[in-house]
């Protein structure tokens, strides 16, 4: 073979070298979902203020873009818990979070790519013992649950939000008590419910009594509110009237009578007679 050729061979290669080397290097693709900073290591190295977002990127090759997801991320822990009674229990939490997409060159800088067990796990740790740690096994168990996690998100919040994340909700998925225990507060809820039902019953027989004792008190009152007006506007001369006009209705009928005018009780006509 020439030399010259083998020059322009050996050149060829290089070049194409070069160009594998330089396009897997300075074209950089950030994915949906994420965000790059550039660490420039020539130019005053971690640029925090201009992220990179989505699409494809021209980066030098001395320079390395660094992505970060930046979608919401559900971290889940198992952790052991002393409760205010000295009782230990397992508590099983998963917070969900995200990076703030603009401030990831600060987390980047503060952090590094480890940032979640750093900051995320170590906090969880520590604000859920913080926490579980004023309640009985009882209230983390059932009755305050719901509180418990309330005052987890509290703490947690302001703590990743100056860590340059944003909290989006804590859920406690299960907690676990020794077994006696357990059974002791099942055992006891389960009374209280018995109690509750028996009282939700006993305040309804009450009012049913009341509202039958209120009906039967409106029946009375209009019985003797009608006596009243009975007996104030019916007179002896309204009850003569009626005797004679059901005397006159009697002396209409077919049957046989005699009729002797005035001779009853009260002046009322005496009717005599029988059947033909």
């Known amino acids: ?99 703030e997409a603009n401030k990831i060159g600060y987390l980047h800088q503060d952090f590094g790519e480890d940032f979640e067990e750093i900051v995320v796990t170590n906090s969880l740790r520590s604000v859920s013992r913080e926490v579980a740690s004023k309640f009985t096994p009882e209230e983390v168990y059932s009755t305050k649950k719901e509180q418990v996690r309330i005052q987890i998100e509290e703490l947690m919040a302001p703590l990743l939000k100056t860590s340059y994340l944003t909290l989006v909700r804590v859920d406690l998925r299960d907690i676990q008590l020794p077994e006696t225990y357990s059974r002791a507060i099942g055992a006891k809820l389960e009374r209280e419910q018995d109690v509750l039902r028996e009282r939700q019953e006993s305040e309804r027989i009450l009012i049913e009594a009341q509202a039958e004792a209120d009906r039967k008190l409106i029946e009375a009152n209009a019985i003797r509110e009608f006596q009243e007006i009975i007996s104030e506007g019916i007179s002896d001369k309204y009850l003569r009237l009626k005797g004679i006009e059901a005397t006159l209705e009697l002396a209409k009928s077919e049957n046989s009578k005699v009729i002797i005018v005035g001779s009853g009780e009260d002046g009322l006509p005496l009717i005599l007679g029988g059947e033909k």
């Open 1 to 99: 073979m020439q030399p010259k050729l083998i020059r322009y061979v050996v050149l060829g290669m290089l070049v194409l070298i070069a160009f594998v080397v330089l396009s897997n290097s300075t074209f950089v693709t950030v994915n949906a979902g994420e965000r790059g900073v550039l660490f420039k290591k020539f130019a005053g190295g971690l640029d925090k203020e201009n992220i990179y977002g989505e699409g494809f990127h021209f980066v030098l090759p001395w320079n390395d873009l660094i992505k970060y997801q930046v979608r919401e991320t559900v971290k889940q822990e198992e952790m052991n818990i002393i409760l205010g009674e000295g009782l230990t229990i397992t508590m099983d939490i998963a917070i969900r979070y995200r990076p």
